[in-house]
């Protein structure tokens, strides 16, 4: 078996030292580098000349705790080795990381000599891990959003979170939402927790860098989310991914929001007209009954219906029957005032509530209404003139409830049509029947 002599060994373990793709350094107690390795050189980018008789801080790249070096000296000036990472600056000022192990030398006083740090460059490894940390964060907070947004949160509570997210995630960064509709108009506009609204051409755009990701809509876009941060930090492809994500988010809330309001206006609203249903008729009826009752005031509700309708369908086409009624009751809808409801309660037939109201009033709005429908519509490109039968019941005289009242209305109209239509009849009183 091959024992080599000590020169040799000393030559084969100097080699050995020179050669290694590890860092080798030795410096003295004070921290003066009295040796480095070719890997040194390697990772580093110093020159052997360059690094001997300099302190080893010169490494030192600021970004490191000092926690961490006072354990290093702590440790190695007891005489015992000391294990963990640093983060330290090349030559060209960009920043690895190394896995020492720095082992104190003694001499045969038992004095403290020299310190010999081996490292190993591990840069990648942490690259990776740091990564994979922080796509891990960047899931859980989207998770948490997401999960905010499944809660049923209205939007800007749920805006307002998404911009303290990004701000907490990315650090410094000024954070900007605006919502809009499926029409793409501006709904609101939210800052983030700095309160400040950033505007991306604005003055102080050459120290920002910035980022505007659309809110995703159909069909088009719910929005945007704009993100500043210091030009000197600038954005990683991590926090383009994880800005995705948010806006995702907020365009999945936004699609909610819409199509809970659709469903709402499908459970509240005529398709055709727009107006309210006969279901929201009744419980506004019942409120405003209830009010009346404790108020000691009247309330009232008149019956419209359209004379010879029909005929539109007949001779124009059911196409222009229902344009003809979408005009109606936009018609309909500008004598509105405060505290009325107009509903559609059948093919051409529409009822409004009026409350308070004194005797004479119901009858006086009739009328109103009846004068309006007499001016001519287009439809279809041709000249339509219609009119209307409308019939009047009182709260409490002519029923306790919307059905009862509405019956006693619909028979005060069909007096009217009796007559040939184009009319005002009060259940009331049982002679009245007034004609536009």
Same mark, same amino acid.
């Given at each position: 078996?091959?024992?080599?002599?000590?020169?040799?060994?000393?030559?084969?373990?100097?080699?050995?030292?020179?050669?290694?793709?590890?860092?080798?350094?030795?410096?003295?107690?004070?921290?003066?580098?009295?040796?480095?390795?070719?890997?040194?050189?390697?990772?580093?980018?110093?020159?052997?000349?360059?690094?001997?008789?300099?302190?080893?801080?010169?490494?030192?790249? /600021?970004?490191?705790?000092?926690?961490?070096?006072?354990?290093?000296?702590?440790?190695?000036?007891?005489?015992?080795?000391?294990?963990?990472?640093?983060?330290?600056?090349?030559?060209?000022?960009?920043?690895?990381?190394?896995?020492?192990?720095?082992?104190?030398?003694?001499?045969?006083?038992?004095?403290?000599?020299?310190?010999?740090?081996?490292?190993?460059?591990?840069?990648?490894?942490?690259?990776?891990?740091?990564?994979?940390?922080?796509?891990?964060?960047?899931?859980?907070?989207?998770?948490?959003?997401?999960?905010?947004?499944?809660?049923?949160?209205?939007?800007?509570?749920?805006?307002?979170?998404?911009?303290?997210?990004?701000?907490?995630?990315?650090?410094?960064?000024?954070?900007?939402?605006?919502?809009?509709?499926?029409?793409?108009? $501006?709904?609101?506009?939210?800052?983030?927790?700095?309160?400040?609204?950033?505007?991306?051409?604005?003055?102080?755009?050459?120290?920002?860098?910035?980022?505007?990701?659309?809110?995703?809509?159909?069909?088009?876009?719910?929005?945007?989310?704009?993100?500043? %941060?210091?030009?000197?930090?600038?954005?990683?492809?991590?926090?383009?991914?994880?800005?995705?994500?948010?806006?995702?988010?907020?365009?999945?809330?936004?699609?909610?929001?819409?199509?809970?309001?659709?469903?709402?206006?499908?459970?509240?609203?005529?398709?055709?007209? /727009?107006?309210?249903?006969?279901?929201?008729?009744?419980?506004?009826?019942?409120?405003?009954?209830?009010?009346?009752?404790?108020?000691?005031?009247?309330?009232?509700?008149?019956?419209?219906?359209?004379?010879?309708?029909?005929?539109?369908?007949?001779?124009?086409?059911?196409?222009?029957?229902?344009?003809?009624?979408?005009?109606?009751?936009?018609?309909?809808?500008?004598?509105?005032?405060? /505290?009325?409801?107009?509903?559609?309660?059948?093919?051409?037939?529409?009822?409004?509530? $009026?409350?308070?109201?004194?005797?004479?009033?119901?009858?006086?709005?009739?009328?109103?209404?009846?004068?309006? %429908?007499?001016?001519?519509?287009?439809?279809?490109?041709?000249?339509?003139?219609?009119?209307?039968?409308? /019939?009047?019941?009182?709260?409490?005289?002519?029923?306790?409830?919307?059905?009862?009242?509405?019956?006693?209305?619909?028979?005060?109209?069909?007096?009217?049509?009796?007559?040939?239509?184009?009319?005002?009849?009060?259940?009331?009183?049982?002679?009245?029947?007034?004609?536009?």
């Amino acid at each position: 078996m091959f024992q080599p002599d000590s020169e040799v060994l000393k030559v084969l373990l100097q080699r050995a030292v020179e050669e290694s793709a590890s860092l080798v350094v030795i410096t003295d107690p004070g921290g003066l580098i009295r040796y480095v390795n070719r890997g040194f050189e390697e990772t580093t980018g110093y020159r052997y000349d360059e690094v001997v008789g300099q302190n080893i801080r010169l490494l030192k790249s /600021g970004r490191q705790g000092v926690e961490t070096y006072r354990d290093l000296w702590s440790t190695v000036l007891e005489g015992r080795t000391w294990r963990g990472f640093l983060h330290n600056r090349r030559k060209d000022g960009t920043l690895y990381w190394a896995r020492a192990t720095i082992d104190p030398v003694r001499d045969e006083a038992g004095g403290l000599r020299y310190f010999i740090a081996i490292q190993e460059d591990v840069t990648r490894e942490f690259e990776k891990n740091r990564a994979l940390a922080t796509r891990a964060n960047h899931l859980e907070v989207l998770s948490e959003l997401g999960h905010v947004a499944l809660g049923g949160a209205d939007i800007e509570s749920l805006a307002s979170l998404a911009a303290e997210s990004v701000c907490r995630v990315l650090g410094g960064a000024r954070v900007t939402v605006s919502l809009a509709d499926s029409s793409n108009r $501006l709904l609101r506009r939210l800052a983030g927790p700095t309160g400040e609204l950033f505007e991306p051409g604005s003055r102080e755009d050459d120290a920002w860098s910035w980022i505007h990701i659309p809110i995703p809509g159909d069909p088009a876009p719910h929005g945007a989310l704009v993100v500043a %941060l210091p030009c000197q930090k600038g954005f990683t492809e991590q926090d383009g991914w994880f800005l995705d994500g948010v806006a995702a988010v907020l365009g999945t809330a936004m699609r909610r929001m819409q199509d809970e309001e659709r469903i709402r206006r499908l459970a509240q609203r005529d398709p055709l007209t /727009g107006l309210y249903n006969r279901r929201v008729l009744a419980e506004r009826a019942q409120d405003v009954m209830a009010q009346a009752r404790r108020g000691g005031f009247k309330a009232a509700v008149l019956f419209v219906d359209l004379d010879r309708f029909k005929e539109v369908n007949d001779t124009l086409g059911h196409a222009a029957g229902d344009e003809l009624l979408a005009k109606v009751a936009r018609r309909l809808q500008r004598s509105l005032r405060r /505290g009325e409801t107009l509903a559609r309660v059948g093919g051409d037939e529409f009822a409004f509530l $009026l409350a308070p109201v004194r005797e004479a009033e119901p009858e006086k709005a009739a009328q109103r209404l009846l004068a309006r %429908l007499l001016v001519p519509f287009r439809v279809h490109g041709r000249r339509v003139q219609v009119s209307a039968s409308i /019939g009047v019941a009182l709260f409490p005289d002519d029923g306790e409830d919307l059905d009862a009242l509405l019956r006693r209305a619909d028979h005060a109209m069909y007096r009217v049509k009796a007559g040939g239509g184009a009319g005002v009849a009060c259940m009331h009183v049982p002679d009245s029947t007034s004609t536009g």
